[in-house]
């Protein structure tokens, strides 16, 4: 008896396990936990690129469908003649239904790297919630502390292998009764950034033309004066143009490069213009600083093939040069202002009197409270003109910039300040009467 009572519980105790055996077989399995929450941001005036290096505790994605979380910014001019940036974080997927609005308010007189460090502390406070839940709300300091070993955070698979490919096309048309026009134009744009390597192809083409009906007098054979008569003067300009270059970073400093492009233009009389070039750049500070402060030196040599629509002062019709290119750049975003500056110098070692020295930069500076001012410049020493065609322009040609003219030198500059004061106090939006935009 008591062999068959053990038996028949044995049975019972088979039947029990595998039944919940192939329950939990069937139960949906866990999702597996995410690294880091991906977030949708969607920002025009936004400098990306500074968000992304300060900001690291989240995978950045470009479609609000993979997004857990959706920022959606927004900006309204305050009376105190400053910026409220009003950012709404919008729960998805596992968060949804989790949405809050913080508002940052930017003070006319703050520079844009005081801005975007303050757009950046909102931004962190708002995901925090989305990264961790917590009680502490504003009192939080989001901080990412790196591991013993220095390990970063691996973003989420990408299938597309860090391509970003982007179509764009326009046109317009435009007209009074002496004058018509239209413009059509057509870009691709295709790109991979990594830590490592950087690949950039673009493509575009532009049509423009414009019609101008002018009063042109004849003599009139019969009565021996004059009539009015009108012409239609028909300026036209055609632009394709391809570039692509490849880089790789060698170390925090110092990168190599292989660039090419190509393009026809009607106004520099070119039916082909190629040039393919390796170079290598130096940075004086950090790519990692890239956001804050660049000084750059990039030297390229290359092999150059123009062929020309019409012949040129030199009499041809083609050519094949060897040319070098130097520049160094400057690049600075701090509390005190902005400064961008490059020098330039291109010659053609196949002809070293053939060359063109350049330089352009712009500043904003606060000089105090309330007061900045700003200078932009360009100047360059032309020398490298051997595309320009023979014959000597008409002057509807020069009127309407159909060709390029011959030059010794070209020069842009301009200058400006701005004064704010008053009330600073900055806090309250009133936008009736301004407008929908």
């Known amino acids: 008896m008591r062999v068959r009572a053990i038996s028949s519980i044995l049975c019972v105790l088979t039947v029990v396990l595998a039944s919940a055996a192939a329950v939990h077989a069937q139960l949906p399995a866990a999702p597996a ?145 002496q004058q018509t026009g239209r413009r059509i134009s057509a870009s691709f744009d295709a790109n991979r950034t990594t830590d490592a390597w950087r690949t950039s192809i673009d493509i575009g083409a532009n049509y423009q033309d414009t019609k101008f009906l002018l009063d042109d007098d004849e003599d009139d054979e019969e009565g021996g004066g004059t009539i ?25 400093h110092w990168s190599f490069g292989l660039m090419g492009s190509a393009e026809s233009q009607t106004f520099r009389n070119f039916i082909v213009n190629t040039r393919v070039a390796p170079g290598i750049e130096y940075n004086f500070f950090p790519y990692s600083e890239s956001t804050r402060r660049m000084l750059t030196f990039q030297y390229t040599v290359g092999h150059v093939y123009h062929r020309y629509r019409e012949e040129t002062l030199f009499g041809k019709l083609s050519d094949q040069l060897v040319d070098h290119r130097a520049e160094v750049g400057l690049s600075l975003r701090q509390p005190w202002g902005t400064a961008n500056a490059e020098l330039n110098f291109e010659q053609y070692l196949t002809d070293p009197s053939k060359y063109n020295l350049g330089f352009d930069g712009g500043t904003e500076i606060r000089l105090f409270k ?43 500059f301009e200058f400006g300040f701005s004064y704010t004061f008053g009330s600073i106090f900055n806090n309250i939006v009133n936008p009736r009467f301004g407008g929908g935009g």
């Open 33 to 177: 936990q995410r690294q880091m929450p991906r977030v949708f941001l969607d920002c025009g005036p936004c400098d990306d690129d500074y968000v992304r290096k300060e900001v690291t505790f989240v995978d950045y994605v470009r479609n609000r469908e993979d997004s857990d979380v959706h920022v959606l910014v927004t900006l309204q001019d305050t009376g105190g003649g400053g910026r409220q940036w009003t950012l709404k974080f919008i729960g998805l997927g596992p968060h949804k239904g989790v949405d809050q609005t913080l508002v940052y308010n930017s003070p006319q007189t703050a520079t844009s790297d005081e801005v975007r460090a303050g757009f950046v502390e909102a931004f962190k406070r708002g995901l925090v919630r989305y990264a961790l839940d917590t009680a502490i709300g504003d009192r939080l300091q989001v901080t990412l502390k790196k591991g013993e070993r220095e390990e970063k955070l691996v973003p989420g698979k990408d299938p597309w292998n860090f391509w970003v490919l982007e179509i764009e096309g326009n046109g317009n048309l435009n007209g009074e009764e």
């Open 228 to 252: 009015g008569g009108r012409r239609t003067l028909l300026s036209v300009r055609r632009d394709l143009e391809a570039s692509g270059i490849v880089v790789k970073s060698l170390t925090q």
């Open 370 to 412: 309330g007061f900045s001012v700003n200078f932009f410049g360009e100047f360059s020493r032309t020398r490298d003109q051997i595309y320009i065609p023979r014959g000597r322009a008409t002057n509807e040609e020069i009127l309407t910039r159909q060709r390029q003219l011959l030059t010794g030198y070209q020069y842009f």
